[in-house]
């Protein structure tokens, strides 16, 4: 066997470039599907609950409106008694004046046609 068969490791050439370090990436936190869907869930259970307390408050007001009309209403409806002798004399103090002179202007016209 020749000098040539001998088991030395090659030589690591000096010339060739070194490869790039490459920071690992900052690990960045993944949700599981089971906390997504967690926090959906809360998400739209919130937004129920808002929009059950404005429906309250708004059917709440608006019965309060309406019950404050309806007072109102009663209020200004109920007539005040009258008197009957008050009936009699403002009946009595009626002046009825004769009932021709308020015809007379529409005889005229009458026979003019």
């Known amino acids: 066997m020749g000098p040539n068969n001998t088991n030395t490791p090659p030589i690591p050439n000096a010339a060739a470039p070194k490869a790039p370090t490459v920071a690992p990436a900052p690990a960045i936190p993944v949700e599981t599907p089971k906390e997504s869907n967690k926090l959906i869930l809360w998400f739209v259970l919130g937004l129920m609950v808002i929009a059950v307390l404005v429906g309250g408050t708004y059917l709440f007001l608006s019965k309060q409106q309406?019950?404050?009309l309806k007072q109102q209403?009663?209020?200004?409806?109920t007539p005040a008694p009258v008197v009957q002798e008050n009936l009699e004399n403002d009946l009595n103090n009626i002046s009825i004046d004769d009932g021709s002179k308020d015809f007379a202007a529409v005889d005229q016209d009458l026979q003019q046609l």
Request: proline share 0%.
């Open 73 to 77: 209403t009663l209020k200004t409806q």
């Open 66 to 68: 309406a019950v404050d």
